[in-house]
Every structure is written in C-alpha cells, then in structure tokens.
C-alpha cells in the first residue's frame, strides 16, 4: 500500500479532517480548513504517531529477539483482531507500524459504510 493510501485510511480511523490532498513532495496529508490547514504524517512524526495509537488503543510491542515491532488492536474497530508488525526496532519501523494499523482500522471503517 503507497504511503499516501495509509496516510488517507489513518486519517479515516483517526477522525480527522477534512482532508484537503496528499503533499507528495512532503509525503504528508493536509488536514482542516484551506484557510487555516495543518500538515499531517505520522509516519515521519512522533507524536502524531503516538495520539493515533492511544486514540484507536493500538497496542505496541517490541520484540528484540525477533528484532522487530508489532501493534495488535483487539476488535474494537475490526470484526477480527489483528496485528501488523515489520522488521526492526526503531523509531521509523514504529511510527510505520502504528499507521498501517491505523490505515486496518480505517479500511474496516470504509468497508462498513
């Protein structure tokens, strides 16, 4: 999935918007009024990254065995729980694993309505 079809389907889970388009020279989404817009991507921010997860309550583990990081949400939003998890251990392989359970989460709200 393009990072701009994760960002869209996060956004969607998140509740956020109005979303006005992607910015593909910043990879981002900008979000809210055309007058007054915020640029957001919490795949490259920290703190977007961590409200998505505690508003959708993703749970993130990091396994360093494994090294890898995965997040599991329990079927609040979903018919199944699911779990997504991706190689490595920092800070990038984080923020990239919360938004594609939030982009799960999104597309189950999309294929609800």
């Not at 869209?8 to 809210?32: H, T």
């Not at 990254?49 to 505690?54: I, T, V, Y």
Request: with cysteine; net charge negative.
């Amino acid at each position: 999935m393009s990072d701009q079809k994760l960002l869209e389907l996060a956004a969607k889970a998140d509740g956020i918007g109005p979303v006005l388009c992607y910015e593909s020279a910043r990879n981002c989404l900008r979000i809210g009024p055309r007058s007054n817009y915020r640029l957001w991507n919490p795949l490259d921010d920290d703190s977007a990254a961590l409200r998505l997860a505690m508003k959708l309550g993703i749970c993130i583990q990091f396994i360093p065995q494994c090294d890898t990081v995965q997040v599991y949400q329990e079927r609040e939003f979903t018919a199944e729980p699911f779990n997504v998890h991706v190689a490595g251990l920092g800070d990038i392989e984080t923020r990239r694993v919360i938004t594609q359970a939030a982009a799960e989460i999104g597309k189950a709200m999309q294929e609800k309505h």
